[in-house]
C-alpha cells in the first residue's frame, strides 16, 4: 500500500503537471500561429512565449524521477515493504508540485497569451513581455523546490 | 465557441489594429488639399484603390465598400459562427426591409437603393414582400414586414412604416445583442439604442408629433425610460434636456443644443470611447467585435472627410463631423 501511495505522488507530479503545460502551450501556441499569420518575422519571439507555459510539465517530470528513484522503482530495487506513513509522505512532497504545476501553466499561458498580443502591437518591447508571464514562473519554482526538499528530507 | 477560444483570432486582430487609422493619420487626411492627396494617403496606408470608376463619388463608395468588406472578410476567416455578430448587420436587413416595402409600391427600379451586408439576400427580402410570402424570412422579420407593407397600402404613410420598421430594427438589435452574450455587442446595441431613441424624440418634437405618436415610435432601452422620454418630448426640447440631463446620457444635451451632426458624432465617440478598453483583452470576442465596429467608424469618417473635399466644405466644419479613433 506504502509503494502504491509513493507511485501515486511520483505520477500526479507527471501528470498534472504536465496537463497544465500541455493546454498553457497549447493555447499560447494558437496565439502565436495568430501572430505568424499576420507577421512571419514574429515567429522566435512568438515561440519563446509559446515554451514559457511548458516548463511546469518539466519539473513535473523531475519530481517525479526523483521519487521514482528514491523509492527504487528506478534502479529496479523497489521496496515492496514501504510503510502507508512513508508511501503518504511521498504522496504529500509530490502534491505541490502537481497542482501549483497545473494552476500555473494554466495561468502563465494566459499571460504569455497577452505577450504576444503586446509582441503584435510591439515587437521591440519583446524583452519586457517576456517578464510578465515569467513572473508566474516563480510560484511553479517555489513548488519545485518544495517538493525536491520534501522527497529528499523523507527517511529511507 | 466560448471566450476562450478565440487566440488564435484576437492575436490576428491585434497585429491588424496596427493598420487602424490613428487620429494622427485623421487629421493629416483632414488637412490634404485634394481628393487627390487624400486618397494617395489612404492608398499609403494599404486601403483599396478602386480600377474603374464613373464618378469621384463613384470612386470613394467603391473604395469604401471594399473597405468594409475586407473587414468582413477577415472576420469569416476568424470565427466560424458568424451569428454572434448579427447585431452588427441587422440594421441593414432592416433597411433593406424598407426599402423593399417602399419599392413594392413605386416604380422605383434601381438595386442600389438596397444595401449590401445584411444577413439577407436583398433579392430574398425583395421576392418576399412583392409575393407576400414572408415566410423566408426570419421569424421576428415576418410579422413586422407584413405591417409595414399593409400600413403602407393602407395609409400611403411613409414615416409611419419607417417607424415601424425602425423600432423592430432597434427591438432586434438589442435581442441579438443578448444572444451574442458578448458584452461589447450589448453596450453597442445598448448605446445604439439609446442614441436612436434620443434622436426620435428630437426629431418627433420638431416636426411637432403628438405623445401617442412618439411613444409608439421609441424602442424599449435599458438605460432610458422611454415613457418619460417620450413624455418629456411631448412638452418640447427643454424637457428632453431636463431629462436626459438626469440620465447616463447627460453628455448629450450640450451636443443636441449644437447640432444634429454634433449629436450623430457624440453617440458614434461615445461607442468608440466604451469598447476602446477591448485594445487590452486577449482572448475573447470582444477585440474582434470592438475591431469591426472601429474599422466601420473610421470608413464613416473616411467618407466624411472626403465628401466634404468633394464638396469644398471648409476644414473646420469637417473636422466638426469627424468621429474620434480607436487606436
Redesign the interface.
Known amino acids: 500500500m506504502g509503494i502504491a501511495l509513493a507511485l501515486l505522488g511520483a505520477a500526479s507530479a507527471a501528470l498534472f503537471a504536465g496537463i497544465g503545460s500541455a493546454i498553457g502551450v497549447g493555447r499560447a501556441g494558437q496565439a502565436a500561429a495568430g501572430l505568424v499569420t499576420e507577421d512571419p518575422s514574429q515567429f522566435s519571439r512568438a515561440l519563446i512565449l509559446q515554451l514559457l507555459p511548458g516548463t511546469q510539465g518539466i519539473y513535473g517530470l523531475l519530481i517525479a524521477f526523483i521519487a521514482l528513484s528514491n523509492i527504487g522503482l528506478l534502479g529496479g530495487n523497489v521496496d515492496t515493504s514501504m510503510s502507508v506513513g512513508t508511501g503518504l509522505m511521498y504522496l504529500f512532497a509530490c502534491l505541490p508540485m502537481a497542482f501549483v504545476g497545473l494552476v500555473s501553466a494554466m495561468q502563465q499561458s494566459k499571460a504569455s497569451v497577452a505577450s504576444i498580443g503586446l509582441v503584435a502591437k510591439r515587437p521591440d518591447q519583446f524583452g519586457k513581455s517576456m517578464i510578465f508571464p515569467a513572473m508566474v514562473e516563480t510560484y511553479a519554482i517555489l513548488a519545485l523546490l518544495i517538493s525536491i526538499l520534501a522527497i529528499n528530507g523523507i527517511p529511507r | 465557441m466560448t471566450d476562450?477560444q478565440y487566440?488564435?483570432?484576437?492575436?490576428?486582430i491585434?497585429?491588424?489594429?496596427?493598420g487602424l487609422l490613428n487620429q494622427a493619420f485623421i487629421d493629416q487626411l483632414l488637412g490634404a488639399k485634394s481628393i487627390e492627396e487624400a486618397m494617395r494617403l489612404l492608398q499609403d496606408k494599404g486601403w483599396h484603390m478602386p480600377d474603374s470608376y464613373t464618378t469621384e463619388s463613384d470612386r470613394i463608395e467603391k473604395m469604401l465598400a471594399s473597405e468594409k468588406q475586407k473587414t468582413w472578410d477577415l472576420i469569416a476567416e476568424l470565427v466560424d459562427d458568424m451569428s454572434v455578430f448579427d447585431v452588427l448587420l441587422i440594421e441593414n436587413d432592416y433597411h433593406n426591409l424598407k426599402a423593399a416595402v417602399k419599392k413594392s409600391l413605386t416604380s422605383v427600379k434601381h438595386s442600389e437603393i438596397f444595401s449590401s451586408g445584411g444577413t439577407i439576400d436583398p433579392k430574398v427580402m425583395e421576392e418576399a414582400v412583392t409575393t407576400r410570402d414572408f415566410s423566408p424570412l426570419p421569424d421576428e422579420m415576418e410579422p413586422v414586414a407584413e405591417k409595414a407593407l399593409d400600413t403602407l397600402l393602407h395609409t400611403h404613410d411613409g414615416q409611419l412604416t419607417d417607424i415601424i420598421i425602425d423600432k423592430a430594427a432597434l427591438k432586434a438589435i438589442g435581442e441579438a445583442a443578448k444572444r451574442s452574450g458578448s458584452p461589447v455587442l450589448e453596450l453597442y446595441a445598448r448605446l445604439k439604442i439609446a442614441a436612436a431613441d434620443i434622436k426620435i424624440a428630437v426629431r418627433a418634437v420638431k416636426t411637432g408629433k403628438d405623445k401617442k405618436f412618439i411613444k409608439e415610435a421609441l424602442a424599449p432601452c435599458d438605460t432610458l425610460n422611454t415613457e418619460k422620454l417620450a413624455e418629456a418630448a411631448g412638452e418640447g426640447m427643454d424637457s428632453i434636456y431636463d431629462y436626459l440631463s438626469l440620465t447616463d446620457y447627460s453628455d448629450a444635451v450640450p451636443e443636441l443644443k449644437k447640432s444634429p451632426s454634433a449629436f450623430e458624432r457624440w453617440c458614434d465617440n461615445l461607442i468608440i470611447r466604451n469598447i476602446r478598453s477591448e485594445i487590452?483583452h486577449?482572448?475573447t470576442i470582444g477585440p474582434l467585435a470592438a475591431y469591426i465596429i472601429a474599422r466601420e467608424n473610421e470608413i464613416s469618417t473616411v467618407r466624411i472627410v472626403l465628401s466634404g473635399l468633394i464638396n469644398d466644405l471648409p476644414e473646420e466644419s469637417v473636422r466638426e463631423r469627424a468621429r474620434e479613433m480607436y487606436v
Do not use: D, G, K
Request: no cysteine.
Open positions: 476562450n487566440y488564435y483570432a484576437v492575436a490576428r491585434r497585429s491588424r489594429e496596427l487590452s486577449p482572448y
